[in-house]
């Protein structure tokens, strides 16, 4: 049974931010070498996702999947389809640049980050939500919309949902 925690290769940035999006916790580096891999997933008991068949079969590793698909919507597939049965609606989505934890924040918290954000998203949007560890701000605009009706279509091509 895979871990619902991951560690990702240098070949598999997109689909660790879309992994994070869903709200699963991935670690993604460009930089990690096969080494730093191993070791996370062993010391941190992370399923490593790769496309190197060579370090997927390491016999080091207890949780490794081979992603097989070039493109990040069946690697998505790959992964979710591996995972026993969780409600994908109830995590809450990660950072998608660093993978920290989000968290609401109110409008009245970010007047002094104002300078960030563009004018109009500031005097329209109502619900904001900060990264815990890089502090980012996100809110909802139509790339959430697009994201979300993306995550449907998957879970629904899987059958894990709607």
Known sequence: MLSVRFVADV????LSRWLRLFGFDTLYNNKFTDKELIKISIQDSRT???????LAKSKLLKNVLLIHSEDVKEQIKEVLSQIPYINLFSL?????VCNGEMEKIKKEEIMKLKNEIPDHVFFTSEEFVVCRSCKKLYWHGTHKDRINKIKKEILKELGKGF
């Open 92 to 96: 809450t989505p990660r950072c998608p």
């Open 11 to 14: 070949m598999l940035g997109s």
């Open 48 to 54: 490593l996702l790769t496309r190197d068949t060579i």
